[in-house]
């Protein structure tokens, strides 16, 4: 059994967890090679693994026009009928409109390269993470193959539109579907029929956990709060920004930290000038995974205000180097995130709730260092990075072989 994994960008600073399942899966001696559509940036290959991995990694936006050529014009004459059923299936997996039809033949010009590739490296069965344009050239090729094919589904945003669009086509497609929470799963049964829903499988993402490190603070006269991720509209940092803002009003030494960067950054940084609170909200920019995990853990605790998510992995990471966490109740946090027993949750938009909450755990030490204790606990129970391999290379082995691809 040899595997392809397939993601529109690998790899990637936001999504290291792929590199880690990767390496897990092959420490428990599971074939993977690695495939992406486009390469990442200079300023995303900082860490050792990132360059490794980078080199061993099939890309297919990097192949000229070529071998782009070469690999159309072969599979045309030896297997045309084969060639017009990919072409035909790329035309119909789309949504409506002009634009999602150039961008379904780009699709499926990728997905012939890609199946010449896959072919070659003797694939028998490849994966994706995340339901997205990568997970539609990665149907394409695997059905062009007729070899199965699976994937990972994460978030809020393959649910909505377009990529919502398509995902009932893609579960049908698909051997089997990851869920990294079981409210993903559940979204995903209520567009299906039930006799899909035995394909839908809770696979957490998992931590690498001997190689966090350890939590360092240095004493401070006030609180240091953190918060991880795209600055962007659904991450709800101007509602944090606003709470944050009526905290320092009552606790003037308390200070935040924003890892990340994105489109709302310039708008972001503007709020924090109309507040006065530049001296108090840093803006410490799209960091390497070992920097922003030690930023993380010399914090006092760790904010997530989403208005959407998946299971976010930061979470995750935080607790388990025992920093406590205040986030939103969506999607799948809760499943991580008990309330007020191993961290706390507010209503997601309702800034007055979250204002309470950091409130609470800036003033009590003591729940600090009980939801620290519980988190940690909690975290390595459940996300452990090789429970996970484990998991999936069972799920693998059970799937690959169930017969022709539909």
Known sequence: MRIGYLTSQYPATSHTFIRREVAALRDQGVDIRTYSIRAPGADELVAEEDRQEHDSTFTVLNRGLGEFAAAH???????????????????????????????????????ILLARRLRADGITHLHNHFANSAATVGLLASSHLRINWSFTMHGISELDYPAGLMLPEKIEA?????????????????????????????????????????????????????CVGRLSPEKGHTGLIQAFAKLRQAQPNVRLDLVGDGPDRAELERQVAALGLEEAVTFLGRLPEHATLQEVANADVLILP????????????????????????????????????????????????LLHRLERVSDDSSLRARFAEQGKKDVIEEFDIRASAVQLEQIFQRRTNLGEPR
């Open 174 to 226: 698909a051997s089997f579907v990851a869920c990294v929470s079981w409210f993903g799963r559940s979204q995903a049964m209520r567009m299906i029929p039930p006799r899909e829903w035995e394909k839908l499988t809770v696979v957490r993402c998992g931590l690498e956990l001997d190689r966090l490190p350890a939590r360092s603070i240095a004493p401070a006269d006030g609180r240091r709060f953190i």
């Open 306 to 353: 989403s208005f959407m998510e998946g299971l976010p992995v930061v979470l995750m990471e935080a607790m388990a180097m025992g920093v406590p966490v205040v986030a939103s109740r969506v999607a799948g946090i809760p499943e991580l995130v008990h309330d007020d027993v191993n961290g706390l949750l507010f209503t997601p938009s309702h800034w007055d709730e």
């Open 73 to 111: 014009f072969d599979t045309l004459v030896t297997q045309p009928m084969r060639y017009f059923r990919t072409f035909v299936r790329a035309l119909r997996h789309r949504p409506p409109g002009l634009r999602p039809m150039l961008l379904a033949i780009a699709h499926f010009g990728e997905s």
